[in-house]
């Protein structure tokens, strides 16, 4: 606990006073910073443990109320500076009422002239800490309307034009390459051959084919939004005779008027198909919608909603649509082995083919695997918020970090940071991604996780940056990590039972200022005079709160 009260003595700018070290000096500061954050506690202290969680506890709510109000987290207020910033926040400036009766209003409390400010106030002109929580209510549910209220996006309406083209013709702007089957959003060819013929089958037999969706710029190609499975198994089959026609047709006549049935088109090739049968497939119609002029990420947005095979884009789908042309992104898709072709722009092969192992040591077959668990050990290294550190998803933490620092990193500086925290990695942990998890029988198993991927990797970065900076070497490093890692550690240093972005949060902070304090033990160091990230380190301390 000591550590995780160092960030609130920082960042609430509590100046313990002097006093001999000991049981009586832990209780004096624990009083004081209980004072400075509007605690009212009894002159002696029984319970050291429960005051401290007291004072964390309440202090959390007073980060909240910074994150609120957008306080930046290079800002140190006192909790009577934040009450100040709240009481201004509150002002009704069209009626005159002053932040004490909004207050009131705000917390349901009647006045009248025997009402005193205490009811809400401290002596020290702090507001008093069982209120703090109504109030977080209250301004969080004003923000809530505020984005409720909020006017339409930039792109505004969407326009569209209905019509409909022969399959020959849409071939042919295939060929010609006025129409893009592939945009860096869609997935990879999803249906089976089985699907393919049913395709062909309905258009054969004159059943009408789900509407295309388009996106056309005044100056581009034409992109598919929706309909990239369908178009791709007719230029398949006219074009590229990739496949054949079903072999169990029936002999079913085609309705008045035709000269073939299903019977004399099955187990064939479109080049095999009798003329008629191909007429009919060229000259069938198939309608489209085509919307002009739109974002790309409103592009991402409408494939989604128009998404009718029922396989959504994942998030790493969707990032890579939105991304693919930042350096950073460039980089990740070479350096983790996703793209097509290695041109080896950022390190070496033999390095690449290092982290592009490592990394592929915990796929699973998925697609883009290996460059979301690059993101996810970026999104949680840099721990960015936009005020105070606040845990957020993986998901968030990840477009945070390319949304507002990625455009400040450089692509080969990054890619070394990742090498470097793998080399070390392999070094510093025996197990491997392997952790100590709680089974839900009882007891502990030890297991591969994502979790214990990403802490490792971010240890070892640390790590990278700890012996760079001469403060500790590798192997004393590598007996830290083998006491944390043993299974006698397990209950301190062990993986959360339940994921969540609050447990796993405090699983990387347990592990980074638990490994930080054990640095400083063996090297007389403090903390914050070793040469690391302490944005990072603080971050992780108000994790432990």
């Not at 030890?446 to 990403?454: A, D, G, Y």
Request: charged share 30%; proline share 3%; aromatic share 10%.
């Amino acid at each position: 606990m000591p550590e995780t009260l160092e960030i609130v003595d920082t960042y609430f700018k509590i100046d313990l006073p002097e006093a001999p070290d000991g049981v009586e000096k832990e209780k004096s500061d624990l009083q004081f910073r209980a004072k400075c954050l509007g605690i009212e506690l009894p002159a002696e202290i029984e319970d050291v443990g429960q005051v401290a969680a007291l004072v964390s506890s309440t202090a959390k709510n007073w980060f909240t109320i910074r994150r609120l109000l957008k306080i930046p987290s290079t800002s140190k207020l006192t909790a009577k500076e934040i009450t100040s910033k709240l009481s201004t926040a509150v002002e009704n400036e069209e009626t005159g009422e002053n932040a004490y009766k909004t207050f009131a209003e705000i917390l349901g409390i009647e006045l009248d002239d025997n009402i005193k400010e205490k009811i809400i106030f401290e002596d020290s002109g702090i507001i008093d800490r069982k209120h703090i929580t109504d109030l977080i209510h209250y301004i969080e549910n004003q923000h809530s309307e505020e984005e409720e209220e909020e006017e339409p996006g930039a792109d505004g309406a969407i326009n569209s034009d209905y019509g409909e083209d022969k399959i020959e013709d849409l071939v042919h702007k295939i060929l010609q390459g006025r129409i893009v089957l592939d945009p860096p959003w869609q997935r990879g060819n999803v249906w089976k051959t089985a699907e393919k013929r049913k395709l062909v089958q309905s258009i054969l037999r004159g059943i009408p084919v789900p509407t295309l969706l388009f996106l056309s710029t005044d100056d581009g190609p034409i992109y598919v939004l929706d309909g990239k499975q369908r178009l791709t198994s007719i230029y398949e089959y006219m074009v590229d005779f990739g496949y054949t026609t079903s072999n169990n047709w029936s002999n079913q006549m085609l309705g008045k008027g035709a000269v073939f049935n299903l019977g004399q088109c099955r187990n064939k090739k479109f080049n095999e198909l009798m003329e008629e049968a191909k007429r009919v497939f060229k000259n069938t119609k198939l309608s489209y919608i085509e919307i002009k002029n739109i974002s790309r990420e409103t592009t991402v947005e409408l494939f989604n909603l128009y998404n009718s095979t029922g396989q959504a884009l994942k998030p790493v789908e969707l990032r890579n649509a939105l991304y693919h042309q930042n350096p950073i992104h460039k980089m990740l898709f070479e350096i983790t082995g996703e793209a097509e072709i290695q041109q080896f722009n950022y390190l070496q092969e033999d390095e690449t083919n290092i982290v592009k192992s490592k990394l592929q040591d915990f796929k699973m077959g998925v697609r883009f695997e290996t460059l979301e668990l690059a993101e996810k050990y970026l999104g949680y290294r840099r721990a960015f918020s936009d005020g105070v550190f606040k845990p957020v998803t993986a998901e968030k933490g990840v477009y945070n970090y390319w949304d507002y620092l990625s455009p400040d990193e450089d692509p080969n500086d990054v890619a070394n940071e990742i090498l470097d925290a793998v080399l070390y990695q392999n070094f510093l942990f025996d197990q491997g991604f392997n952790g100590w998890k709680p089974k839900d029988s009882g007891g502990w198993e030890l297991k591969k996780t994502q979790s214990k991927m990403i802490v490792s990797l971010i240890i070892s970065s640390i790590a990278c940056d700890l012996e760079n900076a001469e403060v500790i070497d590798a192997n004393t490093m590598k007996e830290i990590i083998d006491v944390m890692d043993a299974s006698s550690s397990k209950d301190e240093y062990g993986l959360p039972a339940r994921d969540n972005s609050n447990t796993l949060w405090d699983y990387q902070a347990r592990w980074v200022i638990g490994f930080l304090n054990k640095v400083s033990a063996k090297t007389g160091i403090k903390i914050e005079d070793m040469r690391i990230n302490h944005d990072f380190v603080n971050s992780m301390k108000i994790a432990l709160l």
